[in-house]
């Protein structure tokens, strides 16, 4: 089965600009959680998804927001961008809710560069 | 607080060299622990996992990891490394609806 596909996979952004990442989870799937990736930092948690809820947040500026819909497809948005920002985003699923004994299966993520 | 330590950051080996890459980590609740692999250009994939039961756990491409309570650690290991391992790894410890990552170690194993 298809695996856990984002898009697009490269942006290149402007300070100041607003970005939306999308992420389709494996059919299925309706746990959907983010991740900011940078050198040396790792995975940091940015939010988690289930069933359109959101559960969990992780410790990131309001200027970072998701949403999910009711096909499990998630997206999130960063609006007013700073240098800072560049980074892989990974999008993962899960088959049941994120954590626990659970898996979570990711996609290749996103590459964005803010200049 | 939660969190995930990584030692190494970066480790250069060479083939057929002894691999054992430390993870330590802090979790108050019931221990879930993960070993993830990312090969260049491609996605994070599950190496192995621990959930409870034999304390040492194998898994795919010859990779084992040993959970050892005491020293709240989950540190990963494999006897004879190749060309191909070359990648990062991330261990993570599963929380409450989302996975902590500790900052990844570099492997670069030299042919």
């Known amino acids: 089965k298809a695996g856990v596909t984002q898009t697009p996979r490269y942006l290149i952004k402007t300070r100041g600009q607003q970005v939306t990442l999308s992420c389709s989870p494996i059919s299925g799937h309706r746990s959907v959680s983010w991740y900011q990736q940078t050198p040396g930092q790792g995975l940091q948690f940015l939010f988690e998804?289930?069933?359109?809820?959101?559960?969990n947040k992780g410790n990131f500026p309001g200027r970072f927001s998701g949403r999910q819909f009711s096909n499990s497809r998630s997206e999130m948005n960063v609006s007013t961008l700073e240098l800072g920002d560049s980074a892989l985003y990974l999008c993962?699923?899960?088959?049941?809710?994120?954590?626990?004994?659970?898996?979570?299966?990711f996609g290749q993520g996103t590459r964005l560069t803010v200049v | 607080a939660q969190s995930v330590s990584q030692h190494n950051h970066h480790v250069i080996l060479s083939e057929a060299a002894s691999l054992e890459l430390g993870c330590n980590y802090s979790y108050g609740g019931t221990v879930n622990l993960f070993w993830y692999v990312q090969y260049p250009g491609q996605h994070l994939q599950l190496l192995l996992k621990?959930?409870?039961?034999?304390?040492l756990v194998k898994g795919i491409k010859g990779f084992e990891a040993e959970f050892i309570k005491s020293k709240f650690s989950f540190n990963l290991r494999k006897p004879s490394v190749q060309w191909s391992d070359t990648a990062e790894y991330f261990c993570?410890?599963?929380?409450?609806?989302?996975?902590?990552f500790g900052t990844g170690t570099r492997l670069k194993v030299l042919a």
């Open positions: 993570a410890v599963s929380g409450t609806y989302k996975y902590i």
């Open positions: 993962a699923s899960s088959g049941r809710a994120t954590g626990g004994n659970t898996e979570a299966f």
């Open positions: 621990y959930f409870s039961g034999d304390p």
């Open positions: 998804y289930f069933s359109e809820t959101q559960r």
